[in-house]
């Protein structure tokens, strides 16, 4: 990973999100996971799915110390994955054992194993979630939260499966709070239904540049 942003004893915040080509983030699992503005697209990314798409998410969440996510992700993966059998499926048994930890002002408690309430204070709870975890905290879903690490600069990599379709509306992975950074591309990977999934680490800042000609005197 890029030691750019963070280093040996610091956490690794990875954003892991399923976009559209035009990066729309929003309810990418079912119809009614998320109707916000009126959003009639839900679903959009389940009939792109094969084996090795499957095999790659299972690979990715092994990778994950700890998951964190906003109220409402939460809310979805805890009426799901506590009911799905972790003896049959790797994700499951992931997902119900690690620690979890729910960003949210407005839960007064959360139940799902292994969970925690960061209840005040969202940015600094993360911060020090960094440094006192360390491994890598993934966010998934989560657009709401995703927005505040993003605006406090919080976010050291990004995991980003971009299917192969556009909406034209909804929510979008990067909002205008987003601080500028550069990224390398660490890995790419391409299912058989054309889904890029691919891993950008942080490199610093941005180096700009011109391709206007210099002046030229007659």
Aim: hydrophobic share 40%.
């Amino acid at each position: 990973m890029s030691q750019n942003h963070t280093d040996e004893t610091t956490g690794t915040l990875v954003v892991g999100t399923f976009l559209t080509l035009d990066g729309v983030m929003q309810a990418p699992g079912g119809p009614d996971e998320d109707r916000d503005g009126g959003f009639e697209h839900g679903g959009w990314s389940v009939n792109y799915w094969d084996e090795q798409m499957g095999e790659i998410i299972d690979g990715q969440f092994a990778e994950a110390d700890a998951l964190l996510l906003g109220r409402k992700t939460y809310e979805i993966f805890a009426a799901h994955w506590p009911h799905v059998d972790a003896e049959d499926d790797p994700m499951a048994s992931k997902l119900n054992s690690m620690p979890k930890y729910v960003a949210s002002r407005t839960l007064d408690a959360v139940e799902w194993n292994n969970s925690t309430l960061l209840s005040r204070g969202v940015v600094e709870a993360v911060e020090n979630l960094k440094k006192e975890r360390g491994g890598v905290i993934m966010t998934q879903g989560s657009h709401d939260l995703i927005q505040t690490l993003l605006a406090h600069d919080l976010v050291d990599e990004f995991w980003l499966w971009i299917f192969p379709l556009v909406l034209g509306n909804g929510k979008r992975l990067f909002g205008d709070g987003t601080i500028p950074t550069a990224l390398e591309l660490a890995n790419a990977e391409t299912s058989s239904t054309g889904v890029h999934m691919l891993r950008y680490e942080r490199t610093g800042e941005i180096e700009y540049g011109s391709f206007a000609l210099d002046d030229v005197t007659e």
